[in-house]
């Protein structure tokens, strides 16, 4: 045997028996409990179950479902809505409500109303973002692309806001 013949014979055992190692490493990483992408997504699981969820179709963005509590039961709930109406995988979702998720139930229906903000219905006072009112302002120029007179507030530091 000449020395390229017993290089050439050297070199096919040391393959073999790297292919043996690597056999034997994937048969004990089958044995072995290692952080499977399973495990290692239970736990955003786990925090999510507290929030409340709606479903909805893609196509039309109507929603199907509010106040879903949990991750799971919207899952469910989603796969139940799109069998019951006849839809692809792809045309229905679910995401987390916005909002108090703290109140649960029907998506926050038992949390406090919002103070709503803007002109009042009678048009003589106007309420900001940040609750505070003042009195509307009307100019005697009319504009036209609105159909009504110019109007603004001026908040408590003297500026002056349009409204629209």
Same mark, same amino acid.
């Given at each position: 045997? $000449? ?9 096919? *055992?040391?393959? =073999? @028996? !790297? /292919? ?37 179709? $893609? ?9 879903? *509590?949990?991750? =799971? @039961? !919207? /899952? ?89």
């Amino acid at each position: 045997m $000449t020395l390229l013949e017993q290089q050439i014979s050297h070199y096919l *055992q040391q393959q =073999e @028996a !790297a /292919k043996r190692v690597m056999v034997a490493i994937k048969k004990a990483r089958k044995r072995e409990e290692l952080p499977s992408a399973l495990s290692v997504a239970d736990s955003p699981l786990a925090i999510s179950e507290d929030h409340s969820f709606y479903v909805y179709r $893609t196509d039309t963005n109507a929603v199907l479902a509010r106040g879903i *509590q949990g991750f =799971e @039961a !919207a /899952k469910s709930r989603a796969n139940e809505l799109r069998k019951s109406h006849g839809l692809k995988w792809d045309e229905v979702k679910f995401k987390a409500e916005r909002g108090n998720q703290s109140s649960g139930g029907s998506g926050g229906s038992t949390a406090a109303p919002k103070k709503q903000f803007g002109v009042s219905r009678d048009g003589k006072t106007f309420t900001n973002t940040s609750g505070q009112t003042g009195r509307v302002d009307y100019a005697k120029r009319f504009n036209p692309s609105k159909g009504r007179r110019f109007r603004g507030y001026t908040d408590p530091q003297g500026n002056y806001h349009d409204i629209d």
